[in-house]
């Protein structure tokens, strides 16, 4: 009974083996060889597939010879349904191609042909694009959009298309003519280095043309005809993004050019050499914004054409296969004042060291000027500079201390210097002797007594400070600003003598010349005010009052401390009558502190706050000269680096903008 049992089964066993035998037909192994198709040509690599009907290794060589121009692109495939006919099989290859942003998505079919126990594809050019044929290869054309521009106040063109000629030697115009000595001559009539450029002169080949200069066409000082006296050379006429000036709010705008090779590096093959892109600034932050989108067509080269002969042919003899228009970018709108930028950077055009002047419209919170002088070497001191403010932040103690129940008549002692746990705080040098004793607050406001504030400071906490400092806009965020800044830093805890450093804009209290004009401007508006500077940005900017990240830094002397991140606005936002009291104080800055330089300004009363805030280790040490001002709806923040005192030097300053900004 066993061995019959065993002998049924054994049978059993046979009958189902030759059953999955008959069923399989080679499908198992034609999909199989399909998915290994689509994924060696998604790799753009068949160098170990099966072949049929070429060499592999040749197969290959014209994969990557069709496909050369879209590099470093590879295409996304998927093998469909398998149809079998014998020991033939086709199957469909969905491509699917990442152009810029746009896909091109086409199917080709691929033959498989089954030898022994394997299968083979069949090779043809049909496979890799339904409409190749042998010894075609793509073209790839792609057609930048114009950028857009930056706009101002009304509209004006910050940053816009302007004629420059592209000055160098073309070595196919040179002849007989020594390439080395018109390059020498060249560079002279120029300025560029000269030895730097003839050697590049000398390693080009013979049909480049080599750069030594881009120049403005308008006001430019070297002509045509000083040009085409050296051989080789020329100028050709073209139009670049630029600003009105070379230094026109270029730490704010930016710049535009040629796209470097770390920036293409970075870009992870959206860009290419050639691209132009925005560098610092808006035009670096906002460059999708601006740069808009590529055009790009794919194209099928005819066997054997050059590029010259390509170029010389009309119409086009390329087939074209996929193509997407450009995009052009979308303008970015500012509140920046072309008149008032240019007035703020006139003003500190002969300052040495590093400075600012910004300007604000209370009522709205427009940034009309960030100007960061020529000492600044191109940082944005303006806006993302460091600096303890020294006897401006007085405005904020007044306010703590209105707060606190004093008023602008309420008396404080004024004396010639005050110890703080050991430390010795004194008045700026020469202050006045009859400006001493018991005072009224107005009154060491307007003179700016250091020892009568630090002497209230027992009615003051560092907390309330801090409360204080955000209620008129400091150390909180700026949505509406859309660009990179510093809005101050006021710690919330500190005691002895560091709390009484924070009460003259000292210790770890840290503004930018943009959080000094936000703070006058809140006085002046009668609540706080959030600065605006990008009207329609494109992207999400950076929260405006963090750490900056920008390039270049600022001076040692800047930083004394790191930033502390932005807060949200603050829940006790100064009221128009506390506003009313500081306005009246800054008024008494001119009416009879040491401000009256700017009683002659014409039009609304001016009002103002100097500071001078001590920095490193010199013995006297050196100091930041400050001011700051209200005019009618306009508040502006003055800063030299290493400027003596704020009256002195920024005062003279300020007193020349508002004057001519009118």
Not at 104 to 109: H, I, L
Not at 599 to 623: I, L, M, Q, R
Request: hydrophobic share 40%.
């Amino acid at each position: 009974m066993g061995r019959t049992k065993n002998l049924v089964l054994g049978l059993a066993a046979l009958l189902i083996a030759g059953s999955l035998s008959a069923c399989d037909d080679g499908r198992s192994g034609a999909e199989g060889a399909a998915k290994q198709l689509a994924s060696s040509l998604a790799a753009l690599d068949v160098g170990s597939l099966a072949v049929d009907g070429k060499d592999a290794a040749a197969a290959n060589e014209q994969l990557k010879s069709v496909f050369a121009a879209l590099d470093p692109a590879k295409p996304s495939v998927e093998s469909g349904a398998v149809k079998l006919d014998g020991d033939k099989a086709s199957v469909p290859l969905n491509f699917t191609w990442r152009i810029g942003t746009a896909e091109w998505k086409y199917t080709s079919q691929a033959a498989l042909k089954k030898s022994g126990d394997k299968w083979a594809v069949q090779w043809s050019p049909a496979l890799l694009e339904p409409d190749l044929k042998d010894g075609e290869v793509l073209d790839k054309t792609v057609t930048p959009p114009a950028r857009a521009e930056i706009l101002g106040a009304g509209d004006a063109k910050l940053i816009s298309y302007r004629p420059v000629v592209y000055v160098g030697i073309d070595k196919t115009m040179i002849g007989s003519a020594d390439p080395a000595a018109s390059a020498a001559k060249l560079a002279q009539l120029v300025g560029v280095d000269e030895a730097a450029y003839v050697k590049q002169v000398q390693a080009s080949g013979p049909q480049a043309f080599v750069s030594a200069i881009t120049l403005r066409q308008d006001g430019r000082t070297i002509t045509d005809q000083q040009i085409a006296a050296i051989p080789g050379a020329r100028g050709i006429p073209d139009s670049l993004p630029l600003a009105p000036t070379r230094t026109f709010a270029r730490a704010v705008l930016g710049t535009v050019a040629e796209a470097s090779a770390e920036q293409i590096q970075k870009a992870g093959g959206s860009l290419k050499a050639g691209d132009v892109v925005g560098t610092g600034g808006l035009e670096e932050q906002y460059d999708s914004q601006l740069r808009g989108q590529d055009g790009v067509s794919i194209k099928v080269r005819p066997p054997g054409m050059t590029d010259d002969q390509i170029k010389a042919a009309k119409p086009d003899p390329r087939r074209v296969l996929f193509s997407v228009g450009t995009k052009p970018g979308d303008p970015l709108k500012t509140t920046l004042d072309p008149r008032l930028q240019q007035l703020a950077e006139d003003t500190l055009a002969g300052v040495g060291p590093a400075s600012a002047i910004v300007a604000l419209r209370p009522s709205t919170g427009a940034v009309l000027a960030a100007a960061s002088g020529p000492g600044s070497n191109g940082y944005n001191t303006a806006m993302l500079g460091q600096y303890a403010p020294g006897s401006t932040f007085k405005i904020v103690d007044s306010l703590a201390l209105i707060r606190n129940g004093m008023t602008p008549d309420s008396k404080v002692e004024c004396t010639p210097t005050i110890t703080v746990d050991g430390r010795t705080f004194k008045n700026a040098e020469g202050y006045p002797e009859s400006s001493l004793g018991s005072v009224a607050l107005r009154d060491a406001f307007a003179h700016s007594c250091n020892t009568a504030f630090i002497s209230s400071r027992d009615k003051v906490s560092q907390a309330q400070l801090e409360s204080a400092a955000t209620s008129l806009g400091l150390a909180v965020q700026a949505p509406k600003l859309g660009a990179d800044a510093f809005l101050g830093s006021v710690p919330g805890n500190a005691d002895g003598t560091e709390h009484a450093a924070s009460m003259i804009g000292q210790g770890k209290v840290l503004l930018s010349p943009l959080a000094a004009a936000i703070m006058a401007a809140s006085v002046a508006h009668g609540a706080p005010v959030s600065p605006q500077l990008v009207l329609n940005p494109g992207v999400v900017p950076p929260s405006a009052g963090a750490t900056p990240t920008a390039s270049g830094a600022p001076s040692s002397s800047s930083s004394a401390a790191p930033a502390s991140p932005a807060a949200p606005a603050s829940d006790k936002p100064v009221t128009p009558a506390e506003a009313a009291a500081l306005g009246d104080m800054m008024r008494a800055v001119v009416t009879s502190g040491h401000a009256g330089f700017l009683a002659s300004v014409p039009g609304p009363p001016v009002g103002a706050k100097t500071g001078t805030a001590e920095f490193g280790n010199d013995n006297p040490p050196k100091t930041h000269a400050w001011i700051v001002a209200v005019h009618g709806d306009l508040a502006v923040a003055v800063f030299v680096e290493d400027g003596g005192l704020g009256a002195t030097t920024s005062g003279p300053l300020l007193k020349s903008f508002l004057t001519a900004a009118g």
